[in-house]
């Protein structure tokens, strides 16, 4: 059976929840010199990123915007194409990520990078 709306509300919220903790939490604050640069954690950081990039999208089907508590506008249901573009912005951006964190100059190049994409779609279709 296909899974209840409030249950995908909860999955992609969690994986976004995750895919913060790593992005912001951890390379955007060693971007921008909060965190020391450690290669490996950074490695690690990066691929979890490049991997949830790939799976919260799936979870924004019809239904799933009424119901749980959420910040998701309805704009994301009246133009799902446009949306998914953005996500894709997102994934392409992401999935440069895991190379770029062996070097401090290519991962902040690449967190900004990665950072317009999340920004984007969050000043269009995240509600406040
Ligand atoms: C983060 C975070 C976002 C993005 C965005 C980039 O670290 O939590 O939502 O970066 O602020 O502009």
């Known amino acids: 059976a296909a899974p209840k709306p409030e249950d995908e509300i909860r999955y992609r919220q969690s994986v ?3 895919i ?14 909060e965190r020391p640069y450690d290669q490996a954690e950074a490695v690690k950081a990066a691929k979890l990123v490049a991997d949830l990039s790939t799976l919260p999208f799936a979870s924004f089907g019809p239904g799933t915007d009424a119901g749980a508590s959420h910040k998701s506008s309805p704009k994301i249901w009246e133009d799902p194409a446009k949306f998914q573009s953005l996500a894709d912005k ?8 895991p190379a770029a964190a062996a070097d401090l100059a290519t ?15 969050h000043d269009e279709y995240r509600l406040k």
Request: overall charge positive; hydrophobic content about 40%; charged content about 20%.
């Open 16 to 18: 976004f929840n995750v």
């Open 90 to 97: 997102f994934q392409l951006e992401a999935a440069k990520l």
């Open 107 to 121: 991962l902040k190049a690449q967190v900004a990078e990665t950072g317009k994409t999340c920004k984007g779609c």
């Open 20 to 33: 913060g903790r790593n992005f912001g939490g951890v390379l955007g604050a060693i971007a921008k010199g």
